[in-house]
């Protein structure tokens, strides 16, 4: 019995352009899926394309036997008339005459057109109106009706030497045409298809049967063997994805080719003769046997093994889990640093360190090849964020500069730029990496990250903020703590870091200075700071000579700290001072008492001679610091 399968296409503004092609007519305008209107025609075309047609036919040749259709329309003066056209024939037509949208429909059309068509019958919708008149619709739909049988190929009771029959659809529509097929084996004559199962009734006796049908269909192949036949058969063992021998009968004496398709990553082993896999019949693959009685071969494969090393690593140990595994099996390198400065920078397939694998620690991977590893390690790293915590008020503007920098390498001219912001002035050789963010208004979203290693420094500077009277941006931690009271600062990481720039409105600064005195080559000081906040005072004494302390006087009698570097608070305007306050402290130092007097330069650096030896009548001898002689030149003379 026929089952009735319906196919709809229902186009509209969201998939119109997709199905079909336009003459004549715009889609999607105006809201609406098509609309025709002053495009110097009177008729316009809604043309259904191949992919249209391929949702709506079952199969290329399959015929409907009836039709539904619905159209929705519309018009802004005169007459709308939209009809549905297959093949030429018109089979619904539908007028509008309304200003809304009036869906119509008709049902159960059989009209030859119909019943007759394909996928390669043309099928459109005509728009016909007055060139000036607005006519536009929102749904075409179309719904087609076909009968579907069932075909089925079958082998006769006491049929003989027939390896398999097929039919080619086993669901055919009204239209189709079909195959039936069979396979004999060698020396084996065909007798036909039939219609019964008994073989009475006779319909062909091609063995590539060819038909259209109008029912449900069943056909029986029966054949005659002329001589001894052997079934033979393969089974997939262990790592096999699957088996097939090219004849399923063979006649005695008969060949037939054994094929095994195995698994990736494995070998073939071996065709057995038993289930248990203990008899060898053959290593080959393909394997063509002589058939002399009914035959079954086990076919069973082993997956390979690989190889697996790891290379040498540096400040650290690097392993593996294991060093020979089978295909398809998970290894995991590791490196484990000698101490908590240094990390895995990644695992390379190159001794060169230049084909990246994986940054991972530990890494897993499940293995398909021989693969050696080599571990790159530096020094640890860490993430810092620097940003906007603040909005800026006004409409002023700021930038962030950030450097990370070699510090130990830096010159004292050098460490002084980290405290301008003149980093172009820094050699580039000790500079690993640097950027900026600029921003302005709104901005609490901007962003930006920077790497530092373990022995490097970050340093930050705030340039003054532009367009705001008495604003100005201090640097804070991800925890929003002050980090300093002027526009500088550095510090040397031991974790991810977040680092942030927010405005403050301040009119209370103090400008501080330092000023050398005695047995001092530089001084500085942080400057301008906020008052009531600690500043920093440091100096640099010159060789031989120990530091006496901060003063607060040119005379040196008012002593205000011995530290070096020292953290002096700053003082507070009062109603006698001005807003802005300073705060002048003057370095001095003395003579070491253990001093030999005298300094002598090495490797660009001073160094205080511990003792002083004169060479008298050829003879060294040890003088103290009063036989030093100011006007003589002394050398430095090891051991």
């Known amino acids: 019995m026929a089952t009735v399968v319906t196919k709809k296409l229902r186009l509209d503004k969201n998939n119109i352009e997709n199905y079909c092609d336009a003459q004549n007519v715009s889609f999607n305008v105006a809201d609406h899926a098509w609309r025709k209107w002053l495009n110097g025609s009177s008729d316009g075309y809604i043309i259904l394309k191949d992919n249209g047609k391929a949702e709506l036919f079952p199969t290329s040749t399959a015929h409907p036997f009836k039709a539904d259709s619905t159209m929705s329309a519309s018009r802004s003066a005169g007459t709308c008339i939209v009809d549905l056209q297959f093949a030429g024939t018109k089979v619904h037509e ?12 008709k049902e159960n059309i059989t009209d030859s057109a119909v019943v007759d068509s394909t996928r390669a019958t043309e099928i459109k919708w005509h728009v016909h109106g007055k060139n000036g008149d607005n006519q536009r619709g929102d749904l075409l739909e179309l719904i087609l009706y076909f009968n579907q049988y069932n075909a089925q190929a079958l082998i006769s009771d006491g049929a003989t030497g027939i390896q398999s029959v097929s039919v080619s659809n086993l669901t055919p529509c009204y239209g189709d045409t079909i195959t039936f097929s069979v396979k004999l084996a060698q020396d084996v004559t065909f007798d036909g298809w039939y219609s019964d199962s008994a073989c009475t009734q006779l319909v062909s006796t091609d063995q590539n049967y060819s038909v259209s049908p109008s029912s449900d269909i069943t056909l029986y192949a029966k054949a005659t063997a002329n001589v001894t036949l052997y079934n033979v058969s393969a089974v997939a063992g262990s790592e096999i994805a699957s088996v097939s021998v090219s004849d399923s009968i063979v006649p005695k004496g008969g060949a037939a080719t054994f094929t095994a398709q195995v698994n990736t990553g494995c070998s073939f082993e071996a065709w057995y003769s038993d289930n248990t896999y203990t008899t060898v019949i053959s290593t080959e693959n393909p394997y063509t046997a002589t058939i002399t009685a009914d035959t079954i071969l086990y076919a069973k494969a082993t997956r390979k093994r690989f190889n697996i090393a790891v290379g040498p690593a540096e400040h650290g140990t690097a392993s593996v889990s294991a060093t020979t595994v089978p295909y398809n099996s998970d290894v995991t390198f590791t490196f484990t640093p000698e101490d908590e400065t240094w990390e895995l920078y990644g695992w390379y397939s190159d001794a060169g360190l230049t084909q990246l694998v994986s940054e991972a620690n530990p890494y897993t991977f499940t293995v398909t090849e021989d693969m050696t590893l080599y571990p790159k390690v530096g020094k640890k790293r860490y993430t810092i964020k620097y940003g906007r915590a603040r909005d800026l008020a006004n409409g002023g503007h700021f930038k962030i500069n950030i450097i990370v920098v070699d510090f130990n390498s830096l010159t004292r001219d050098e460490i002084n730029c980290l405290r301008t912001g003149d980093y172009d002035s820094i050699d580039s050789s000790k500079i690993v990496a640097r950027d900026s963010i600029n921003g302005s208004n709104i901005i609490t979203d901007l962003w930006k990250t920077i790497q530092c290693t373990y022995d490097m420094h970050v340093a930050v500077y705030l340039p003054e903020i532009v367009g705001v009277d008495n604003y100005y941006a201090l640097v804070r931690d991800g925890n929003g703590n002050d980090l300093t009271y002027w526009p500088y600062y550095w510090f040397q990481p031991t974790a991810n870091a977040t680092i942030s720039s927010y405005n403050r409105k301040i009119t209370y600064w103090c400008n501080c200075s330092a000023v050398t005195k005695d047995g001092i080559t530089y001084a500085y000081a942080t400057t301008p700071t906020l008052q009531e906040k600690e500043a920093i005072f440091e100096a640099e004494l010159s060789p031989g000579y120990r530091f006496l302390g901060w003063y607060s006087d040119e005379a040196c009698t008012t002593l205000v700290s011995t530290d070096n570097p020292a953290n002096v608070v700053t003082p507070k305007y009062t109603t006698d001072m001005a807003s802005q306050t300073s705060l002048t402290l003057y370095a001095k130092a003395i003579i070491s008492e253990a001093s030999s007097g005298i ?25 103290d610091k009063t036989a030093i002689d100011a006007t003589k030149k002394y050398r430095l003379i090891k051991n």
Not at 599 to 612: E, S, T, V
């Open 599 to 623: 300094h002598l330069k090495q490797n660009d650096a001073y160094a205080q001679a511990k003792a002083i030896w004169k060479k008298t009548n050829g003879v060294w001898a040890k003088t």
């Open 94 to 105: 539908e007028s509008y005459t309304s200003g809304s949208q009036r869906s119509k429909s």
